[in-house]
Structure formats: C-alpha cells, structure tokens
C-alpha cells in the first residue's frame, strides 16, 4: 500500500467519522450551516453533516441548580438559605433560546432571577417565620421565578427552600420563645385543672346545702318528738312534782299503762 493511499483511506476515515453526529435520548441538536442556524429541531438519531457545518446540542431533561442565598427578612435579619430551582429548555423551542440567550441560560438569565425572587418572597417574613414556612416560601418563589423568566423558553418544574441558617442571637430568641409557648400552655392546662376542681367543689357544697336545707325543713320540732316518742329503745323519765322519785315511762311498750314508781308502789 502507498503513502498515498494511506492518506487517501485516513482522510476518508476522518471525514466519515467528522460528517456522522449522533443526537443522544434526552437532547436536542440544531444544525449551523454556512447559511446559519436550522429552526427545526433535531432529535434523538444520528445524523450526516458536511465537515463545515456544526451540530449545537442542547440537554432537555430536567436539571437542578442549587444556590446559596443570602435573604433579609421583613425584621431585617440576615438569612442564609439553601435553594433549589428544578428546569429545563422547552424541547420544541430551542432555536429561540439558542438565538436569545444559547446554553449558558442558566448562569446569564436564571440564576439571577432565581435568587432575586428567593429573596422577595423572603423579605416578606419574620426571620422565625422562615424555616416553618419553607412550603410556602417555595411556592411563592416559584411563582415568583415563573413570571420573571416568561416567554424565555424555559419551563420551570419546582423551587424548592432546602435548608434555613438563622444567627445565633435569632435561634436563642427562638428557643426562649418556645419555652415561654410550653410555660403558657402548662399554666393554662393547670388552671383548666383547677376551674375543674373548684367547680366540682363548689357543686359538692350545693348539694350539701341543699340536703341540709331539705333537713332543716323536714325535721321539725314536733317531728322530732314525735320520732323519739316513737322509738322503740326511747325512753321518757318524768319528773312528778308530787313525788319524791321519778319515773320511766317506755313509750313503745307502755304506752296505755299507768306510770309506776320506781319503788314499786
């Protein structure tokens, strides 16, 4: 074989494997041509390019960017927050996002407005407030970040707060504060005790009271009398003035008999 076949095979093999460019599952490819950029898409697939065009490849998938954000809640308190954007290029239209911005979308056009709106919505809550209401800070943010990055060609999948850093001085007052809640709450469940206690000691004294009212009523002089007159184990002692003796009289088994003197006379 000559040098110049040699050449000529080599130079074939490079300009086969130069002119065959492959688009992987989850991309998107744009063919620059000398007559510029292709609007259409290219897919998943392997494609056959002259040596001085180009292929641009573009990722679809669902990416996730995560930044360190230091926040000023509505007290002015420094927060330093852990956030998360989850996004990709909408796959049908990057040759717009390729002519407006190109693949450094992220850093020239996301991340900007992505911390910007992170700190927005934060800036509307106490800095104690932030941590328990991660949920809803992500969400507004993610409204939020939706609205700033409208009509760029980038479809936003969540926003997410990941972690919240309060200073010391915060966390202190939120320890003290929680323990003041725990302090109200066990005074407050002791003094439900106690209502409870005085209430049932105070329906005690009125039942008494009315049983005691209900006795006074009821046991009247003559009733008591009576009572004791008719007890079987009553006994009555009388004191005659004639005599020097007195007698006992027992009502319930002589009450129809003469009274008889203790010393049988």
Not at 69 to 78: H, K, N
Not at 212 to 238: A, C, F, G, H
């Amino acid at each position: 074989m000559t040098r110049a076949t040699s050449l000529l095979i080599l130079a074939a093999f490079l300009l086969i494997t130069t002119a065959c460019s492959t688009v992987l599952p989850g991309e998107r490819g744009l063919m620059f041509r000398s007559s510029g950029l292709d609007k259409e898409p290219l897919k998943e697939g392997s494609y056959w390019k002259a040596p001085w065009n180009e292929i641009y490849f573009y990722n679809v998938r669902w990416q996730t960017y995560a930044e360190k954000v230091d926040a000023w809640s509505a007290d002015d308190v420094q927060v330093d927050i852990k956030a998360a954007i989850v996004l990709r290029p909408i796959p049908e239209e990057v040759y717009y996002l390729a002519l407006s911005v190109g693949r450094q979308y992220y850093s020239q056009i996301v991340q900007p407005e992505f911390v910007a709106a992170v700190r927005q919505v934060v800036a509307t809550y106490p800095a104690l407030m932030v941590g328990e209401k991660s949920a809803e800070i992500s969400q507004k943010a993610q409204t939020v970040v939706q609205e700033r990055l409208k009509d760029r060609h980038l479809a936003i999948q969540s926003v997410t707060i990941a972690d919240v850093d309060l200073p010391k001085l915060v966390l202190t007052a939120l320890e003290q504060t929680q323990a003041q809640k725990q302090q109200k709450e066990q005074k407050e469940f002791e003094l439900l005790l106690a209502g409870k206690d005085a209430e049932i000691a105070r329906a005690r004294a009125e039942s008494q009271a009315k049983v005691q009212e209900t006795i006074n009523r009821t046991l009247t002089p003559e009733y008591l009398r009576y009572k004791l007159y008719d007890s079987q184990t009553s006994k009555m002692v009388v004191l005659p003035d004639n005599l020097k003796l007195p007698l006992v009289i027992n009502p319930g088994e002589q009450q129809s008999a003469q009274p008889q003197s203790l010393s049988g006379k």
